[in-house]
């Protein structure tokens, strides 16, 4: 088994492998797992593909957590592994501190998560912990953002909601109430979308609003 097989097999659903470490004893898991798989939205292409699915089309609360728990689920059964989900809590599986320990996400000058390849766009549909051991390779050496030209996600937020002092929940859904919050509900964050890496990564607004909906009731 190698970390290209995986993502091989990932790919078929829109998923890529979003990192990997090898398991310590204070991540949580039974000490027969060795290695634990982060698995991501793979763009461009996830959200086409998700809407085609038939939790999606049933009509049935929490689709993307459904579709999620499926697909996920049979890979790691298929791998002899066990696949553990951000959602269905609590308890909820630490994966903040899971996506720091790949070296592959930082934590970003506005706080929230900066993924390699995904930047603020960044999400885990789940993990799956393995028996063995796998070869990994180096994660990169440092965060985007230390070579971020302005910082842009600073200064990006139209009410001041989120920023290097962390998140204003209350701030931001008083805003998206307003007719200037518009454009953050049609097309995502205005923070997330200010950074460089996040729009080179190709998720569509589509999906970004059907999340900031969910956040907005």
Same mark, same amino acid.
């Given at each position: 088994?190698? +970390? ?32 634990? =798989? +982060? ?11 998700? $809407? ?60 929230? +998560? =900066? ?31 230390? $070579? ?6 600073? $200064? ?21 109430? $307003? ?17 460089? =890496? ?15 909906? +969910?956040?907005?009731?």
């Amino acid at each position: 088994m190698t +970390l290209a097989g995986i993502a091989a097999a990932a790919l078929p659903h829109r998923l890529g492998v979003f990192g990997a470490f090898h398991l310590s004893p204070e991540d949580g898991l039974p000490e027969a797992y060795r290695t634990l =798989v +982060l698995l991501g939205p793979e763009e461009p292409g996830f959200w086409p593909h998700l $809407t085609a699915q038939p939790e999606w089309q049933d009509g049935r609360p929490d689709p993307i957590d459904r579709w999620s728990r499926r697909v996920i689920g049979r890979i790691a059964c298929d791998l002899g592994g066990k696949a553990h989900f951000p959602f269905g809590g609590p308890p909820y599986r630490p994966f903040y501190q899971w996506a720091l320990k790949s070296g592959r996400a930082w934590a970003s000058p506005v706080t929230l +998560l =900066v993924h390699d390849r995904a930047g603020l766009m960044v999400s885990y549909r789940g993990a799956i912990a393995l028996r063995e051991r796998l070869d990994l390779p180096a994660p990169p050496a440092a965060s985007p953002c230390d $070579t971020c030209d302005g910082k842009p996600c600073l $200064t990006a937020c139209p009410p001041g909601a989120l920023g290097a002092t962390g998140y204003d929940v209350p701030a931001c859904n008083a805003f998206l109430d $307003t007719p200037a919050g518009a454009d953050c509900l049609s097309s995502g964050c205005a923070v997330r979308r200010a950074c460089p =890496v996040s729009r080179a990564y190709g998720r569509l607004p589509q999906q970004s609003a059907y999340h900031m909906r +969910l956040f907005h009731r």
